[in-house]
């Protein structure tokens, strides 16, 4: 019965993805179940991570505005490649709708991936930029601001960004996430850094995240999950 199972979820989710559950070195009734698990621990994620794109956005975007004078930021504050970036997001977002798109459309249609990218090393000195330095204005709750900010900052989003597109291409995060040429962390610890980082950005957003996240809940109902699955197929 178990390894009708496993051969169940080959079927449905592939067998190279089921492989990676049994690798886990568990039997079949445990394979299946870490697959379900896996998948109520990515959605448990998805709202803080939607909480802190939006947050990031719209606080980065206020930044800049300030600090160029003009919401239409991007020509003065990226370098030459990301700004042809936007002006080709620009061109589709044109060609689709008919007419120039508002500041706000360019924003909310803008890539999660784009947002570390604007913390790289290359923009150190737009956000260091004195006397009063932008840092601290897109993470006005952050305790302790420093010269390490931005790196720190960089390296959380670059997690954050592979962390959402395994989770929403259904693939395996239990054992945890590793961002490009950074160490596996552990998908509790990436969790710990989703609510904090949002609090750096807006203390209220994480008061909302904190009241509906389920993730301490389901990270704990692995045996409960297994329970479960032993219990629907009987399995002996």
Known sequence: MEFALIAGLKSFVSAPRAQRYRNAGVDDLEAVALYCWNTQLAETLLPSIAMLEVCLRNSVHDALTAHAGTEWWFKPALTTERYGNILELVGRLTKRA???PTVGKVISEITFGFWPRLFAQSYN?????QPNPLIRTVLPHHPNIGRDTRKRLEERLEYVVELRNRAVHHEAIFRGVAALNRPVLPIETLHEHLIETIGWISLDAKRIVVRFDRFDDVFGSLSATI???DDEFHVS
């Not at 000195?125 to 930029?129: A, H, N, R």
């Open 98 to 100: 008919g007419y120039p």
């Open 125 to 129: 000195s737009l956000w260091w930029s």
């Open 227 to 229: 329970a479960e699955i």
